[in-house]
């Protein structure tokens, strides 16, 4: 009885699947099993030794039940340990990095230009980019029939109704809005019949207007070419009389070519110079046209973003902001 005690123990111990316990079971309490064979060797006994030996084995066949029901728990617990191991999550990685989008590179340029406005005082409005012919030509110094308005090939929606080509209305809507002075730039889309590698029928300008008492050509310098300096750097400024019908005095603003630094490229068309910005001294006409007091006077001024951008980020293809394709775009992230 000693010997079968001992060895149940050792294949006990070894017991590591419900299969091995069942095979255990069996083969000690089972119904052929070593103890069952026992309890039938009694009859060979005597009475009294009956007793002490039926005692002996019923003892020993509760001590193997007890401990193969404890191993069973030992091994369900072992088998739910192993698989909640195998189940449970990490959570001290780092979690698995999700795509962000990025700012597309005109809006980036956009923000850029406003933060730098922004810090010299100016607000920031935003037009119409459906408009009235009123307001996008004749309001501005542009009547019916004005050469100018060929300058702007332009998409109509009736005789009144057309997409704004340039953000210059919003002066307009701005000055009839509230009284003088107004100080504000204005960033948005404009639309053109114009199609080339450095043309898109739509594109961004930013607008920008400051109309006060004792507003001069001096003030109008000072703040774009700040504003210049601050967006490209230290680079050298050039005014040069042009001509607008909404300004008088007008001006284009041209920056030392940032490619090839003044020396001459294609991109300057070997002059050294790009041009950069639109600007002048606010017609008296336009102010007479909104009403504002005589002794009013303002600089306005237009750029476009694109070109902005385009010079910035050495970028030759006006196509290539609107294209989306992610491998451009994603350079901005
Ligand atoms: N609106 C002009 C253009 O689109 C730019 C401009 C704005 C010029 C304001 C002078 C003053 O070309």
Known sequence: MYYIKKEFEAALKDAKTHEDLKQIKASFIGKKGRVTEL?????????????????????????????????????????????????????????????????????????????????????????????????????LNIPKEHPAR????????????????HTSPTQIRVMKEKKPPVMFISPGKVYRRDSDITHSPMFHQVEGLLVDRDVHFSDLKGVLSEFLR??????????????????????????????????GCRVCSHTGFLEVLGCGMVHPNVLRNVEYPKEYSGFAFGLGVERFAMLKHGIDNIKLFFENDIRFLKQFS
């Open 150 to 165: 060929d300058m702007q090939d332009t998409f109509y929606i009736n005789d009144n109704v057309l997409l704004r080509t």
């Open 39 to 139: 309890f039938k060797q009694m009859s060979y006994l005597e009475d009294e030794q009956k007793k002490e030996f039926g005692k002996n084995i019923n003892q020993l066949k509760n001590y193997i039940e007890n401990s193969i029901k404890r191993k069973l728990d030992e091994i369900n617990e072992t088998i739910k340990r192993e698989s909640l191991d195998k189940e449970s999550i990490d959570i001290t990685l780092p979690a698995r990095k999700s795509a962000f989008g990025s700012i597309h590179p005109i809006t980036e340029t956009i923000i850029e230009i406003e933060d730098i406005f922004k810090s010299m005082g100016f607000d920031v409005e935003t037009g119409n980019e459906i408009e009235y012919d009123r307001y996008n030509f004749e309001m």
């Open 230 to 263: 601050m967006y490209f750097g230290d680079v050298p400024v050039r005014f040069r009389p042009s001509y607008f019908p909404f300004t008088e005095p007008s001006a284009e603003v041209d920056i030392g070519c940032i490619i090839c630094k003044g020396k």
